[in-house]
């Protein structure tokens, strides 16, 4: 017998892509089964769906390292517990540097991965050809291998999230879409739904590109913007192999992983392609946009430098799917400052795979605990002001920050798009 719709839950979370369902299942393990998740269509159906699912570990914080130490971990275990497969493989990955420059930046890299505990080498471009055979390697200055990082199947992984979490005993709900968001005395007290209304005394907005639209029910400043993402997938190439490692030519702007023999090959081109500048529609569900081989050219002209055999190679699937981004290139997550008990897990910049096992978690402490567990400031929502949430420059802005993803790190950069709007 089907069950009936919950009036009452502790915890609604809204979006079930591979954050919410992390959420879910992180809050279960911690002791609160109370837990309703709302799919306003099917789970993974928004942008998780198409994320080329590379799990790179190292990051410039030691913490957001840590989130994705754990997020290595919780994958290579989740199978083993739920009895579904997430897709994981611990194929290490590869960073290459065309210029002295870059290779400046990839030992500093080293050091900091170092510091931090994760297995990292600094090597030459013979060594780097070795370890990835199919690529030219004559314009390489050198390159840095990190054992530990590998790939997942998104689908697959958001599966496996949501049935732990049905395990420990939250409801996950598909086909019910919110349409607002119910306060009262400056606090959340539930949600409305097209199948009525639900009394809370938390609710998680972890609604992806929809996530800013959902703070604007009750508010709450979400900064994001989706902007269109790109990535092929070849035929068979002679030399790949299922253990080939994650290659990332960030003087290119692409990556590359090994799928089914073929090669996914995308990137984040320098200047993006922003989307949605009307509102992403409700319905937009296991959905690309059209193709657009003019804005992924530059990425394609960096790739048959480095992998010559492209040329000759079929094109089985062009993907563009849009992600939403940040002005900052970092995640939104924690507490609104505007509204007490509403809290934000959004925004993953094209990273939310690699995040969403430790974000997950550090969100479920955050709620459980009442404040976060550890540092998380470059993430925390609290760093953004209201005009932050202005459309023309979420728009203006997210077109640079995108770029900034494979872009040179010079110390003290500053932006120069969307200004002078504060003054």
Request: proline letters at 5%; glycine letters at 12%.
């Given at each position: 017998?089907?069950?009936?719709?919950?009036t009452?839950?502790?915890?609604?979370?809204?979006?079930?892509?591979?954050?919410?369902?992390?959420?879910?299942?992180?809050?279960?393990?911690?002791?609160?089964?109370?837990?309703?998740?709302?799919?306003?269509?099917?789970?993974?159906?928004?942008?998780?769906?198409?994320?080329?699912?590379?799990?790179?570990?190292?990051?410039?914080?030691?913490?957001m390292?840590?989130?994705?130490?754990?997020?290595?971990?919780?994958?290579?275990?989740?199978?083993?517990?739920?009895?579904?497969?997430?897709?994981?493989?611990?194929?290490?990955?590869?960073?290459?540097?065309?210029?002295?420059?870059?290779?400046?930046?990839?030992?500093r890299?080293?050091?900091?991965?170092?510091?931090?505990?994760?297995?990292?080498?600094?090597?030459?471009?013979?060594?780097?050809a070795?370890?990835?055979?199919?690529?030219?390697?004559?314009?390489?200055?050198?390159?840095?291998?990190?054992?530990?990082?590998?790939?997942?199947?998104?689908?697959?992984?958001?599966?496996?999230?949501?049935?732990?979490?049905?395990?420990?005993?939250?409801?996950?709900?598909?086909?019910?879409?919110?349409?607002?968001?119910?306060?009262?005395?400056?606090?959340?007290?539930?949600?409305?739904?097209?199948?009525?209304?639900?009394?809370?005394?938390?609710?998680?907005?972890?609604?992806?590109?929809?996530?800013?639209?959902?703070?604007?029910?009750?508010?709450?400043?979400?900064?994001?913007?989706?902007?269109?993402?790109?990535?092929?997938v070849?035929?068979?190439?002679?030399?790949?192999?299922?253990?080939l490692?994650?290659?990332?030519?960030p003087?290119?702007?692409?990556y590359?992983?090994?799928?089914?023999?073929g090669?996914?090959?995308?990137?984040?081109?320098p200047?993006?392609?922003?989307?949605?500048?009307?509102?992403?529609?409700?319905?937009?569900?296991?959905?690309?946009?059209?193709?657009?081989?003019?804005?992924?050219?530059?990425?394609?002209?960096?790739?048959?430098?480095?992998?010559?055999?492209?040329?000759?190679?079929?094109?089985?699937?062009?993907?563009?799917?849009?992600?939403?981004?940040?002005?900052?290139?970092n995640?939104?997550?924690?507490?609104?400052?505007?509204?007490?008990?509403?809290?934000?897990?959004?925004?993953?910049?094209?990273?939310?795979?690699?995040?969403?096992?430790?974000?997950?978690?550090?969100?479920?402490?955050?709620?459980?605990?009442?404040?976060?567990?550890?540092?998380?400031?470059?993430?925390?929502?609290?760093?953004?002001?209201s005009?932050?949430?202005?459309?023309?420059?979420?728009?203006?802005?997210?077109?640079?920050?995108?770029?900034?993803?494979?872009?040179?790190?010079?110390?003290?950069?500053?932006?120069?798009?969307a200004?002078?709007?504060?003054r």
């Amino acid at each position: 017998m089907a069950q009936e719709f919950p009036t009452q839950a502790r915890v609604v979370i809204i979006g079930g892509g591979i954050i919410g369902c992390s959420v879910a299942y992180h809050l279960t393990k911690l002791g609160w089964t109370d837990v309703v998740l709302l799919e306003q269509g099917q789970l993974s159906g928004g942008t998780t769906w198409h994320a080329a699912g590379l799990v790179g570990q190292l990051r410039s914080h030691a913490n957001m390292t840590g989130l994705i130490r754990y997020s290595t971990q919780l994958y290579s275990e989740l199978e083993a517990e739920t009895g579904l497969a997430t897709g994981w493989k611990n194929c290490g990955s590869l960073a290459v540097a065309r210029t002295s420059d870059r290779m400046t930046v990839l030992k500093r890299t080293a050091a900091s991965a170092r510091a931090q505990g994760v297995a990292v080498e600094v090597i030459s471009p013979r060594e780097a050809a070795d370890l990835w055979p199919v690529m030219a390697m004559d314009d390489l200055v050198g390159a840095v291998w990190l054992p530990g990082d590998g790939k997942a199947n998104p689908t697959d992984l958001t599966q496996s999230l949501a049935k732990g979490g049905r395990n420990h005993g939250a409801r996950i709900i598909e086909r019910v879409r919110v349409t607002g968001i119910t306060v009262k005395g400056g606090t959340v007290r539930g949600v409305e739904t097209d199948r009525g209304d639900i009394a809370a005394e938390i609710v998680v907005n972890c609604a992806g590109q929809w996530a800013r639209k959902v703070g604007l029910m009750c508010g709450v400043t979400v900064p994001l913007h989706s902007a269109e993402h790109m990535y092929i997938v070849t035929g068979k190439i002679e030399g790949v192999h299922p253990d080939l490692p994650v290659l990332r030519d960030p003087d290119g702007y692409i990556y590359f992983k090994e799928e089914v023999g073929g090669l996914v090959m995308g990137g984040f081109e320098p200047e993006a392609k922003p989307w949605g500048m009307n509102g992403i529609p409700d319905d937009f569900e296991f959905a690309l946009l059209a193709d657009d081989w003019g804005q992924f050219e530059i990425l394609m002209q960096n790739a048959l430098v480095r992998v010559p055999q492209l040329e000759t190679t079929e094109v089985r699937k062009f993907y563009n799917g849009p992600e939403s981004f940040t002005p900052d290139n970092n995640f939104i997550l924690g507490e609104a400052p505007e509204l007490r008990n509403f809290y934000v897990g959004a925004g993953f910049n094209s990273m939310g795979i690699a995040s969403a096992g430790g974000a997950g978690r550090a969100l479920a402490e955050w709620i459980v605990n009442g404040a976060p567990t550890m540092d998380l400031w470059p993430v925390d929502i609290r760093r953004f002001a209201s005009f932050n949430n202005n459309p023309r420059w979420l728009h203006d802005r997210v077109k640079e920050t995108l770029g900034l993803h494979y872009a040179m790190p010079w110390p003290n950069r500053e932006l120069h798009t969307a200004r002078p709007f504060r003054r």
